[in-house]
């Protein structure tokens, strides 16, 4: 994992107490969604867009052949999670997916890669079927790609 500085919590506690158990235990407690286990999670670190600290954010394990999606949902809000403007300004991340950690880029899917890659992330978490319909913007679809 290549990403340094000083890393700065989530003003939500749910996330914090999510991010820590997730990390202290190598990512084999807090690995799914509360009270979901059927819905796995990885953790994500990316720069923050305008303080430039680290932050860290749970979000759904959409996986296929080594390269992961980070749908910024934000439940089906009219506006993007915080995460979205740190992905754009910062397109390097480090993921962490149970034990394992590295570096990834970072880029938005468009036009039939993103609908191949969000009917993989409704697949892996069907709600996200409903955030869309939820709102008015067509909720971004990044891939995780990894730094050789």
């Known amino acids: 994992m290549t990403l340094e500085g000083e890393y700065e919590p989530s003003p939500e506690q749910w996330v914090r107490d999510q991010v820590e158990e997730f990390e202290a235990?190598?990512?084999?407690?807090?690995?799914?969604?509360?009270?979901h286990p059927e819905w796995p999670i990885v953790v994500i670190t990316?720069?923050?867009?305008?303080?430039?600290k680290l932050r860290k954010n749970p979000v759904m394990r959409v996986e296929h052949d080594?390269?992961?999606?980070?749908?910024?949902?934000?439940?089906?809000?009219p506006e993007h999670p915080t995460?979205?403007?740190?992905?754009?300004?910062?397109?390097?991340?480090?993921l962490q997916d149970g034990a394992d950690k590295r570096t990834y880029s970072v880029r938005v899917a468009e036009g039939d890669e993103r609908a191949e890659w969000w009917e993989r992330s409704v697949?892996?978490?069907?709600?996200?079927?409903?955030?869309?319909?939820?709102?008015?913007?067509?909720?971004?679809?990044?891939?995780?790609?990894?730094?050789?």
């Open 66 to 77: 080594g390269v992961y999606a980070a749908v910024a949902s934000k439940g089906g809000a």
């Open 123 to 148: 697949a892996a978490y069907s709600p996200y079927a409903e955030y869309q319909q939820n709102t008015d913007r067509e909720i971004p679809v990044f891939l995780l790609e990894p730094i050789s």
């Open 25 to 35: 235990s190598d990512g084999q407690r807090a690995n799914t969604l509360k009270d």
């Open 83 to 94: 995460w979205y403007h740190n992905f754009v300004a910062h397109p390097e991340v480090d």
């Open 46 to 52: 990316s720069r923050g867009a305008k303080s430039g």
